[in-house]
């Protein structure tokens, strides 16, 4: 992957505009006091919310899933305070597409930043064990030193990302996005949110838009898939290419173009845009 040229972002030469509280700022510079138990503790909530010419995409969604996670951290979700914080920002950053995070932390601080995208190639993944902590299980919490390890394990073997299984060989997700497969039948399959994995609003945009199956995946499922993909709002859809040894023939697959164009559309009715100006096609 790599990263757009962050000046395109700037409203007064700003690399990475942000809001700390309600101020506006460039997050380059701007503090938090080190004994904040969210930089000493990963203690705290995020979200993380596309941005499309000035308009986010199921902010609502997002908002509601950073309370349901501030209420399992028991910590305070000040939501209308966000959401004009959110719309001070945008306003003074102006129409862009980019991306926003949502942070919020033990010490009590708000932070906002908009973020430039980052172009996605087809994913190559890896398996890597893990076990989801059930004290937080569901939440989008700041604690993901887990996630990054497990993507550095995968990149060290060559691949890009890593595709999560249980020590049993349950498949549950991609350390920072949902996974989907088309099974030998071709039926677009993901693991159900029983299995400790994340309730992504991506997730819900293509289960809204396509028939989904929602069926335990074992290692041997995803190995004999005709094609998959992964989804988050960061990356909205992005086929896989390989996963393990296995290499996918067709990349992206039928499946998986049918849901970027669900999702696509899912944002142009929310969004109001039209495909010329969201995708420039």
């Not at 701007?30 to 909530?45: F, I, K, M, Q, Y």
């Not at 991609?174 to 992504?200: H, K, M, N, R």
Request: with cysteine; proline share 5%.
């Amino acid at each position: 992957m790599t990263t757009q040229d962050r000046s395109d972002l700037s409203p007064a030469g700003l690399r990475v505009p942000a809001s700390v509280d309600g101020v506006l700022c460039d997050a380059a510079t701007a503090t938090v006091p080190l004994w904040d138990d969210g930089l000493l503790r990963g203690d705290g909530a995020f979200e993380y919310i596309r941005c499309y010419a000035g308009r986010l995409f199921t902010l609502k969604e997002h908002l509601d899933r950073l309370e349901r996670t501030c209420g399992m951290l028991r910590l305070e979700c000040p939501r209308a305070l966000l959401e004009t914080e959110l719309d001070a920002l945008l306003a003074w950053v102006g129409p862009v597409t980019a991306d926003v995070r949502i942070v919020l932390t033990r010490g009590g601080r708000r932070l906002l930043m908009v973020e430039p995208l980052f172009t996605w190639t087809p994913a190559r993944l890896a398996f890597v064990e893990d076990t989801p902590r059930l004290v937080i299980l569901g939440a989008k919490s700041l604690s993901y030193a887990g996630n990054m390890a497990a993507r550095r394990r995968a990149q060290e073997r060559g691949f890009s990302e890593s595709l999560l299984v249980s020590q049993d060989g349950r498949v549950l997700e991609v350390q920072q996005a949902v996974f989907f497969w088309v099974d030998q039948e071709g039926v677009l399959c993901t693991p159900p949110l029983s299995e400790g994995i994340l309730d992504s609003i991506t997730r819900r945009v293509v289960m809204d838009a396509l028939d989904v199956d929602e069926r335990v995946c074992r290692r041997e499922d995803a190995l004999a898939a005709r094609e998959a993909f992964i989804g988050a709002s960061a990356r909205e859809i992005t086929a896989v290419a390989a996963i393990e040894e296995r290499e996918f023939d067709e990349v992206p697959g039928p499946v998986t173009r049918q849901a970027v164009g669900a999702y696509r559309r899912a944002v142009e009715r929310e969004t109001g845009l039209s495909p010329e100006v969201l995708w420039g096609g």
